[in-house]
């Protein structure tokens, strides 16, 4: 059978009451509304009530769902655990209350099939979102975000929604990074997920608040900050290898189709720019002069450019080394211009500017393409992290680390 492309984990410990009736409402909505081939993982991570019972009742009633049972409770060692596992393309899990819409899945996984971003999360914060819950967990979920954006530079609104998905390629570098095994996961995959450069699409969702949740405030709120000031220190002191990390992904949105058209759109305002810039320095220098310094200023913007747009780079690790090839790539350019240029000026006694112009734009169209090749396999060029092939899950098993040892 093929693997699914998506596989949604939800958490459990000691949810007797909602496991059933949450199952059934997502089953029915993925068959109703959702049209990628979808696993649901049930992950009972120590319950001591009737849990993993309603669990193995789940799968034998609905072929898609499967269920984990794990000797140590926590929600991210149990995310950490099956993610490493699953085959699917893309990895999500949500809170077993549901109380994120579920409308909002298919905007969530969307863009993680086509590649656009890395890893996707559900904001109760993010504009156009409508959420429903007391003002003490309103500000509660603000001030925790103001927090990691004044401690740890984030960028995203919300890092406690329960309702979050990755593209499987990076889980599987990314996960053996991580070290909490509870609530404060998130949070730590999100930031060395921002750290390594990886796109993050956010979804403003519709959220009610679960007047019954099992969180423990206190003692969630203490872990949380423990986690902050651990990833702070490790950035600090240089234990957590940002530069490296992100080394370790070709970020390629879109694909090749939506790189050309990038390329093609930043490669037409840079020679807008170029011409521009050229016609005004040729007034008063030589030709050749004015053409190096035209094609040299733009061809720093160009490089930065297509670095973040077309081939999805973020950040200051490893720009100087894409500068420096991009000018190279660039040195191409200018010797096409320029041997052009030259051949212009001497089979031509007085040449219009006109035609200065036309052979400009023609010499730097072969260049573009020559550019295009040159920073697709050359300069933004890395090798793809390694990944292991995904392994099966039994429907409904017990003790999966125990087994997984003898």
């Known amino acids: 059978m093929n693997p699914p492309q998506v ?76 993610w490493s596992r699953s085959d ?43 959420v429903i819950r007391g003002p003490k967990r309103e500000m509660m979920s603000r001030c925790y975000n103001v927090l990691l954006r004044t401690s740890l ?11 979050k998905a990755i593209r499987r390629e990076q889980a599987r570098v990314l996960l053996p990074l991580t070290q909490d095994t509870g609530w404060f996961f998130d949070t730590e995959l999100l930031v060395l997920a921002e750290r390594a450069g990886l796109r993050i699409h956010e979804v403003p969702v519709d959220w009610i608040d679960d007047l019954d949740s099992r969180v423990d405030i206190v003692p969630t709120v203490l872990a949380d900050l423990r986690g902050i000031w651990r990833l702070s220190t490790g950035f600090a002191r240089g234990e957590i290898k940002v530069p490296e990390l992100r080394s370790q992904f070709r970020v390629s949105p879109g694909g090749l189709p939506v790189q050309v058209l990038s390329f093609g759109a930043i490669g037409a305002m840079s020679t807008v720019a170029y011409v521009v810039l050229y016609l005004l320095l040729s007034a008063s220098m030589p030709v050749l002069a004015a053409n190096a310094i035209a094609l040299l200023v733009t061809a720093i913007g160009n490089t930065a ?39 212009l000026h001497h089979t031509a006694a007085h040449p219009s500017r006109l035609a200065d112009v036309t052979v400009l734009v023609g010499a730097n169209l072969v260049a573009t393409v020559l550019r295009f090749v040159l920073y697709r396999r050359w300069v933004f060029g890395h090798r793809e992290p390694a990944v292991e092939p995904g392994r099966s899950t039994p429907v409904c098993y017990e003790n999966k680390t125990r087994e997984a040892s003898r």
């Open 7 to 82: 596989d949604i984990v939800v958490p459990v410990l000691n949810e007797e009451r909602d496991l059933g009736p949450s199952v059934r409402r997502l089953v029915s909505f993925l068959r109703a509304s959702f049209p990628f081939r979808t696993a649901v993982t049930i992950a009972d991570n120590g319950s001591s009530d009737g849990t993993w019972t309603i669990a193995c009742m789940l799968t034998r009633r609905f072929p898609e769902v499967r269920a984990i049972r794990m000797e140590l409770p926590g929600r991210g060692r149990a995310l950490r655990e099956i």
């Open 88 to 130: 699917a393309d893309v990895l999500a899990y949500m809170d077993v209350d549901l109380s994120t819409d579920l409308n909002a899945l298919l905007p969530l996984v969307a863009p993680l099939l086509s590649g656009h971003s890395d890893l996707a999360i559900g904001s109760r914060l993010a504009r156009g979102s409508r």
């Open 153 to 163: 530079g984030t960028g995203f609104s919300d890092a406690q929604c329960g309702f």
């Open 305 to 343: 450019a297509n670095r973040r747009i077309t081939f999805g780079i973020s950040g200051r690790a490893g720009a100087a080394g894409h500068q420096l090839k991009g000018l190279i790539a660039f040195g191409a350019g200018l010797a096409l211009t320029s041997g052009a240029l030259y051949t």
